[in-house]
């Protein structure tokens, strides 16, 4: 279980890093974290339709609000190959 925080340690890391070096810390994050809210969200709708989903817990909240659309599409991507 300690790999699993270690883990999110490191990807907050690397995720603040990446915004600070834009020009506007803010906008960056909030950006960020509303567009992969909104992709986990749009991955929960469709998937009524389409028999792939995400489970939604702290651990792909923190990676879809991070990374946005592609964390998310790495999470979909990991839950079809793992």
């Known amino acids: 279980m300690t790999e699993i925080y ?4 490191i990807l907050i890391f690397i995720a603040l890093v990446i915004f600070k070096t ?12 509303l567009g992969g809210l909104g992709a ?5 709708a ?16 923190i990676i879809s609000a991070l990374f ?8 979909l991507l990991l839950n079809v190959f793992c």
């Open 22 to 33: 834009s020009k506007n810390f803010f906008k960056a994050m909030f950006t960020s974290i």
């Open 68 to 75: 946005s659309v592609p964390g998310v599409i790495m999470l």
């Open 6 to 9: 270690i883990f999110t340690g």
């Open 46 to 61: 469709i998937s009524y339709f389409v028999p792939i989903s995400i489970g939604i817990n702290w651990l792909t909240m």
């Open 40 to 44: 986990i969200c749009a991955v929960g």
